[in-house]
C-alpha cells in the first residue's frame, strides 16, 4: 500500500511538495534535491512527518 508523504526543504523547514512511496519496498526516509521556491535555489527535501 502507498502512503502520502510530505517533503519539506532542508534550508528554511518549509513542506513544498508531497507524493507517494511504498514502505514495505522502501522502509528507510526518502530524500531528493528539489526547488524551492521560499529559498529560490535547489535544496535537499527530505520526507516530513504529516
Known amino acids: 500500500m502507498r502512503d502520502k508523504i510530505h517533503l519539506a526543504c532542508e534550508k528554511c523547514g518549509r513542506r513544498n511538495y508531497h507524493t507517494t512511496k511504498n514502505k514495505k ?3 528507510e526516509k526518502f530524500e ?3 526547488y524551492c521556491k521560499f529559498c529560490k ?3 535537499l527535501h527530505k ?3 504529516l
Open 25 to 27: 519496498t522502501h522502509p
Open 32 to 34: 531528493i534535491r528539489k
Open 41 to 43: 535555489e535547489h535544496t
Open 47 to 49: 520526507e516530513a512527518k
